[in-house]
């Protein structure tokens, strides 16, 4: 984990955005985009560190059992060709709840939705969450939206009552959610003590990968990317 | 796909071990600690980089596996 955090460590969702999808294919030119990429970058953006895989292992060797010490210390060697001005302080939300919602139940995370429809509003509460969301108590244990219409929240189990926090269980599945609390925009300022007590009290699912593919198609629940799969059983491959 | 490949794969994607020198196997585990914290969005993620000089560690993967969700 320490060497993540000499990182700014991205993940996009594959097949969920057009644009998305259409700067990961740079990285693949006449390739069918694959279902999971892997690259290193300069700060720039631009410049590649490695070439793009599937995954980290190609950066380490795959035939080795020390593999995730070997990443972390090959990350420590890159990052220290960069002197970090500063830390990350940008809110490190998620493209939309839709996504942002699924994401929390793949990674078995709290979703902290900021719901806010006026601009200025939006961005003072996204600031001074984004300070949260990098505070030492709280960086990698919550998921990010933030949306502007509570019609987009139509997966959650109630209708907020207004503009305000949520604290967000998802589903098993991502498609659903629970809304454990509220917090009120002008209430932020009790935002830390309710994360905490949330955090402390909360039992992650206990998910394993056959048995969580088996139920959900049992149960007939279908992911609909946005964006046609070029990879892996969907796509026939 | 190896045994290894998936365990580690699994877990960067999941931000669980793979970062913090430990192992984990190819199964999702109870999230009950820090994890990576990821940007969401390619913008927001490079304009952070700039901003700070950091490299960047960009993955991809599917929050769906043969049509399921909530599973990477």
């Given at each position: 984990m320490a060497a993540s955090r000499k990182w700014i460590c991205v993940r996009l969702a594959t097949f969920e955005d057009a644009d998305e999808a259409a700067f990961l294919q740079t990285f693949f030119g006449r390739r069918d985009l694959p279902n999971t990429a892997f690259v290193l970058l300069a700060p720039d953006g631009r410049t590649r560190l490695t070439r793009t895989q599937r995954g980290p292992l190609g950066l380490v060797g795959e035939a080795t059992d020390d593999g995730p010490a070997e990443?972390?210390?090959?990350?420590?060697?890159?990052?220290?060709?960069?002197?970090?001005?500063?830390?990350?302080?940008?809110?490190?939300?998620?493209?939309?709840?839709?996504?942002?919602?699924?994401?929390?139940?793949?990674?078995?995370?709290?979703?902290?939705?900021?719901?806010?429809?006026?601009?200025?509003?939006?961005?003072?509460?996204?600031?001074?969450?984004?300070?949260?969301?990098?505070?030492?108590?709280?960086?990698?244990?919550?998921?990010?939206?933030?949306?502007?219409?509570?019609?987009?929240?139509?997966?959650?189990?109630?209708?907020?009552?207004?503009?305000?926090?949520?604290?967000?269980?998802?589903?098993?599945?991502?498609?659903?959610?629970?809304?454990?609390?509220?917090?009120?925009?002008?209430?932020?300022?009790?935002?830390?003590?309710?994360?905490?007590?949330?955090?402390?009290?909360?039992?992650?699912?206990?998910?394993?990968?056959?048995?969580?593919?088996?139920?959900?198609?049992?149960?007939?629940?279908?992911?609909?990317?946005?964006?046609?799969?070029?990879?892996?059983?969907?796509?026939?491959? | 796909m190896s045994v290894p490949r998936i365990a580690l794969l699994t877990s960067l994607l999941c931000g669980a071990a793979a970062l913090a020198g430990g192992s984990s196997g190819p199964s999702t585990e109870p999230a009950t600690g820090p994890q990576i914290q990821w940007f969401g969005t390619w913008d927001a993620a490079r304009a952070e980089a700039a901003r700070t000089n950091r490299p960047i560690l960009l993955t991809s993967a599917a929050p769906a596996c043969q049509g399921v969700s909530g599973i990477w």
């Open positions: 990443l972390a210390r090959y990350l420590d060697r890159v990052a220290a060709d960069y002197q970090a001005k500063t830390a990350p302080a940008a809110l490190p939300q998620t493209l939309d709840f839709r996504r942002a919602l699924n994401v929390a139940a793949c990674d078995s995370q709290p979703l902290l939705v900021l719901l806010a429809p006026g601009e200025a509003g939006r961005s003072a509460a996204s600031a001074r969450i984004a300070k949260l969301a990098w505070d030492a108590r709280y960086v990698g244990r919550l998921q990010y939206a933030v949306v502007a219409d509570a019609a987009d929240l139509e997966a959650l189990d109630r209708r907020p009552a207004g503009s305000g926090v949520l604290l967000v269980e998802p589903g098993r599945f991502g498609l659903t959610g629970q809304v454990v609390d509220e917090i009120p925009l002008k209430d932020l300022a009790r935002l830390p003590a309710r994360i905490d007590t949330f955090l402390k009290e909360r039992t992650p699912p206990d998910k394993e990968h056959r048995r969580h593919v088996r139920d959900g198609r049992r149960n007939g629940i279908k992911w609909q990317t946005v964006v046609p799969q070029t990879d892996g059983p969907a796509a026939g491959k | -």
